[in-house]
């Protein structure tokens, strides 16, 4: 009597579309397993009273004609609002009847309780009929029909007989319950449709509020963004004006009404600036860079504008370094010196008295991966619990006093967490009432150099007793080539300069060189194909030759080599790696060959 879920889904136009005979295959296939359970169940009662045998084959009838219903059904699925609507109900009232057929056998079965069982199973299949169709009673009414068929040959076979009236009293009770049964679920489905559109309309009116909400936001964040850029224009020139009128001859009173212009123009700058920032972390436009950041290079542009405030107010500014501080990572040196110099800024502005602390921990997290803190702590007022909670709230500061005395947006602390945010970091607060207050900003960075670097030593090119060579230098690039030159110039040495490979066999032809230093990739003619040229015969087969490429890999040292090299040297030019080459160019091909596996190693 019912179907399944797979085709529930393909019914989701049925649903909507249009005929009784669409609604009530949507609602037995819904409920298409049940069928077997009822099918045993009615199977069991039928064994007490036609015995076995009839039972199980009455149950195998009905199963058979079940699967080929429900078979009908799914192919009927997404055809029957195309025409097929009065097949369905046809199908359906047919296979009925072999339901119908079981409170037959026990009505006319010779067990005592087979009557009682044929009325139960007949009001049963009532209500599994119109339970199912309860949205569409018309078919309903046309399917149950062999119901009302086997009740017809029933109160025929008790025509005369006393159980005639109290049978015939059943079907309008039976009825009743029928029509309290669709009438009590079709109200309900009728209040359950009317939340789920009320709740539809519901969701629908909340996503409209946030899609307004969202563009309101979206508009504010695009105003601020365009108006920050339109007056940070004309307050360039305001200042730059200011500050090319304060080089000229005033009166006292006019240089004071000049500081008070360029104080008061640095100010708005100040919070264009920030409006500018918070925008740009709005919007996700914020650009961050990955660098190489000296640490010591960022230790001095972090401290070096406060040290002299500081000093200024009667401060006492203090910077310690502690754990395992690496001399390179890579980071952005312009967001972080932002945040930082935010929180020193803080800490110098609502410090009267006292000392003002810079702190950078560093832990080592990986072989090249490091955690730092850098806290900043003041001897200031402090910052009561309750009021760290809107610490980092946009246009928020603690004391609404301290926006008249020393100005502020209220934007720098929410814009100093977010950037430390999009770092992968975070600012934390430790504060203490009429003690201080420590701001620490926490981030990780990838380590480039743990340890300074050495200065270099100074390579000398000179060879033994200060001879000069002469060094033809094959080079397609003007700059590699020039300071190539330039280096072996320097040391004394001569050099012949050629742009590619042809043009150095042309001159390898007419002049003996002591060393030939050959780049690989060159127009015209590479550098090994040239090698093999040189090598073949002329004044230079014997020379030493190097050959220059900016690929590492070992093939290629291994197919210069074989083109007649005697060094292979990578770029960008090692020249510790060519002054050693040089000191061997006396001894020929062969000592240099010797050298080559240090040479290479050395150029790597």
């Known amino acids: 009597m019912v179907g399944s879920e797979d085709i529930g889904k393909s019914l989701e136009g049925a649903r909507s579309g249009t005929g009784e005979a669409a609604q009530a295959l949507t609602a037995i296939l819904q409920t298409q397993y049940l069928r077997y359970l009822i099918i045993a169940s009615w199977a069991v009662g039928l064994c007490g009273t036609v015995g076995p045998v009839p039972a199980v084959l009455w149950f195998a009838a009905t199963v ?16 029957v609002d195309a025409g097929w609507g009065l097949i369905f109900p046809a199908v359906a009232t047919v296979t009925t009847a072999a339901w119908a057929s079981a409170p037959l056998m026990a009505w006319f079965s010779d067990a005592s309780f087979g009557q009682a069982l044929a009325v139960a199973l007949l009001i049963s299949g009532y209500v599994l009929v119109f339970s199912q169709l309860r949205s569409s009673p018309k078919q309903a009414i046309v399917i149950s029909s062999p119901y009302s ?13 006393p159980e005639f009236v109290p049978f015939l009293s059943i079907m309008p009770f039976t009825a009743a ?4 049964l669709v009438t009590m679920t079709m109200l309900r489905e009728e209040r359950i449709k009317a939340f789920q559109e009320h709740q539809a309309h519901l969701i629908e009116e909340l996503q409209g509020a946030r899609d307004k909400a969202d563009a309101a936001n979206q508009a504010k964040s695009n105003f601020l963004g365009v108006i920050s850029h339109e007056l940070r224009t004309p307050m360039n020139g305001v200042l730059g004006a200011a500050q090319l009128l304060q080089s000229t001859r005033l009166e006292s009173t006019q240089r004071e009404y000049l500081s008070i212009i360029r104080n008061s123009g640095d100010n708005l700058l100040h919070l264009l600036n920030d ?4 925008t740009k972390i709005e919007a996700g436009k914020m650009t961050f860079e990955v660098i190489d950041v000296s640490i010591e290079d960022l230790h001095r542009r972090v401290i070096g504008p406060f040290e002299a405030q500081a000093e200024a107010k009667g401060l006492q500014f203090v910077s310690t370094f502690d754990g395992e501080v690496p001399s390179v990572v890579k980071g952005d040196p312009l967001r972080v010196c932002q945040v930082i110099q935010n929180l020193l800024s803080n800490a110098v502005k609502f410090t009267e008295a006292g000392t ?3 702190h950078v921990l560093a832990r080592r997290v990986a072989d090249r991966r490091v955690a730092f803190d850098f806290s900043v702590t003041d001897s200031g007022s402090g910052i009561a619990p309750e009021d760290l909670q809107r610490l980092f709230q946009p246009f928020t500061q603690v004391d609404a006093s301290s926006t008249r005395r020393f100005g502020g947006t209220g934007l720098g602390l929410t814009i100093a967490r977010r950037m430390a945010n999009i770092m992968g970091g975070d600012i934390r607060v430790e504060s203490t009432v009429g003690q201080g ?8 960075a990838d380590v480039v150099e743990w340890q300074p670097m050495q200065e270099a030593e100074a390579i000398h090119a000179e060879v033994g007793e200060g001879d000069s ?40 032809t007419s002049q003996v060189f ?3 230093i050959m780049d690989v990739n060159m127009p015209v003619m590479d550098g090994l194909s040239a090698t093999r040229l040189i090598r073949s015969a002329g004044v230079n087969a014997d020379t030493p030759i190097a050959v220059l490429s900016a690929s590492a890999r070992h093939e290629d040292h291994e197919a210069g080599l074989d083109a007649g090299a005697d060094a292979y040297l990578n770029k960008p030019i090692d020249f510790a790696a060519l002054a050693q080459l040089m000191q061997k160019v006396r001894g020929g091909r062969t000592a240099i060959k010797g050298g080559a596996e240090s040479l290479q190693s050395a150029a790597a």
């Open 149 to 161: 068929v086997v009740a017809v040959i029933i109160l025929c076979s008790l025509w005369g007989r």
């Open 356 to 358: 003002i602390h810079y």
């Open 275 to 278: 409006i500018l920032d918070m």
């Open 437 to 444: 207050s420590t701001f620490v900003l926490s981030v990780e």
């Open 514 to 516: 002591d060393l030939i």
């Open 469 to 508: 060579l002469s060094v033809l230098v094959v080079e397609d690039h003007p700059v590699n080539r020039m300071i190539l030159e330039a280096w072996l110039g320097s040391a004394g040495h001569t050099t012949v300069s050629a742009e590619d490979g042809q043009i150095a066999v042309n001159a390898a």
């Open 64 to 79: 058979a004609a079940g699967s080929v219903r429900g078979v009908f059904e799914r192919r009927m699925a997404g055809r």
């Open 177 to 180: 319950g029928l029509f309290v």
